[in-house]
């Protein structure tokens, strides 16, 4: 078994148990094929949810596994807070395009719908389900400052520190990038609209402009060829030991994901169908967590030690790789034109803006900003060019804290590194590391260094930020 403090070894395969025991029951729930969300565990948790193991692990300075119990202390302490708002998820519906959809499909229509009175069909039935929603967000974020309270942080900035001691260095990073970039990016985006006739701006023109990234007739479909590409680099067996659930149904989450149920032996990916680029991007990047989980680790705790930018910069990375023609040509049978690469890339440009916003958004609400609605409004439309809801401040919130105490911190680290990352493959296995068969070994070795608790600390130094 992988070695882990002594102070956590008595509990190791107790967290184990209920990472599977939870992760399962979500994954049920995201697919559409349950309603159940996990019941609270029966007793023999009171070493985790009393929080006396976050705080040793943060007197060792074991970040990475107070980072990790934190988040099983809040998913237990949260369990029924989360469960009413998943009822109310799952409950609260609008009538968009001749169905009746949740505020997730609705979410996942938006993502493809390009005809302008269906999407504004659409954008009306979001607004509305969001405002109904709103209410019961609200009182799950009540349910998480009364358990941060009571794990001994009154203010969440505190905590975030405390897990995150560099935290200050990443806001100022992410305000500093903002502004660098701010004037070119609005005029790339008025560029988008006006080549796409979007008149009235929103948050989701961007996703508008990567929905008409559409693959030629002929292409193969995206679950065929990232299978195809995991197999060209050595992973055949990893295949094996990750279940994938490509059946559309309802209440299903619109949205690839990747879920480590019991790594490295019970790993899931959840797809659904979609013909567009940046779906087979998506895709290509839950599978490097699939890759992760199942060929970089022997035991789930390897994960625990993982700083938790690595491995969603590794997902970034992989995401790189279906824009090379090279690539396409192998593994779709096609090429894409330069436009759709174009419309791609400036939907993860959106979303890099999106995560440095948010984080340092969060960041000000955290310490203490007198009106978190406003602060929402003003950065929003500031770096976006668009109106914005001032009752979304909240949503975004909720929405992120479900995640990580610090999500957006987490992201916009893992946006910095995907450049060295794949650098660094590159210079193990060529500039076209992708596409030989030395790509199984580069990537088993990064593997090795996310198990050993390394890596993020050496690949972010060199940008000026170090952790």
Do not use: N
């Amino acid at each position: 078994m992988t070695t882990v403090p002594g102070y956590l070894a008595g509990h190791a395969e107790d967290l184990v148990a209920l990472q599977a025991r939870v992760a399962h029951a979500r994954w049920l729930a995201a697919t559409g094929q349950s309603e159940d969300h996990p019941a609270p565990p029966e007793g023999g948790l009171t070493w985790l949810t009393g929080g006396g193991l976050v705080h040793l692990a943060l007197e060792h300075g074991d970040l990475h596994y107070a980072g990790e119990l934190v988040l099983w202390y809040f998913r237990v302490r949260l369990t029924e807070a989360t469960a009413r708002l998943r009822s109310l998820q799952r409950t609260v519906t609008a009538d968009a395009c001749g169905r009746t959809l949740t505020h997730g499909e609705l979410v996942a229509l938006s993502r493809t719908v390009t005809d302008d009175r269906r999407r504004a069909e659409v954008l009306a039935a979001l607004a509305d389900v969001g405002e109904r929603l709103r209410e019961g967000r609200r009182r799950w974020l009540d349910a998480y400052a009364e358990a941060r309270a009571e794990l001994g942080f009154p203010a969440h900035a505190a905590l975030v520190r405390a897990l995150h001691p560099e935290v200050d260095r990443f806001v100022a990073h992410a305000r500093d990038w903002l502004d660098a970039t701010r004037a070119g990016f609005l005029r790339r985006w008025d560029d988008w609209r006006a080549r796409d006739a979007i008149s009235t701006p929103s948050m989701g023109d961007a996703r508008q402009v990567a929905a008409r990234a559409v693959l030629p007739e002929g292409a193969r479909g995206a679950l065929e060829s990232v299978r195809s590409t995991v197999r060209q680099w050595g992973f055949g067996r990893c295949l094996e030991r990750v279940l994938v659930d490509d059946v559309a149904r309802p209440g299903k989450s619109g949205t690839a994901f990747c879920s480590p149920v019991a790594p490295p032996v019970d790993v899931r990916v959840s797809t659904t169908p979609g013909t567009t680029l940046g779906h087979y991007a998506t895709l290509l990047h839950e599978f490097g967590h699939a890759l992760h989980f199942t060929a970089g680790t022997r035991h789930p705790a390897d994960l625990w030690r993982t700083h938790p930018a690595l491995t969603e910069a590794f997902g970034f990375t992989l995401e790189r790789v279906v824009r090379r023609p090279d690539w396409q040509r192998r593994h779709l049978g096609v090429t894409v034109d330069a436009e759709s690469v174009e419309r791609l890339a400036f939907a993860r440009e959106h979303v890099r803006r999106l995560v440095a916003t948010s984080l340092c958004y969060e960041m000000a609400v955290h310490d203490g900003h007198p009106d978190p609605a406003a602060e929402y409004v003003r950065s929003y439309e500031r770096e976006f060019g668009v109106a914005v809801d001032r009752g979304a401040a909240w949503d975004r919130m909720q929405t992120y804290l479900e995640g990580k105490p610090c999500y957006p911190l987490v992201y916009h680290q893992a946006f910095m590194l995907r450049e060295t990352l794949w650098d660094h493959l590159a210079g193990r296995a060529g500039e076209r590391w992708y596409a030989g068969r030395d790509a199984g070994p580069a990537m088993r070795e990064v593997f090795r260094g996310f198990a050993e608790g390394g890596g993020a600390e050496e690949w972010l130094s060199p940008g000026g930020v170090p952790l």
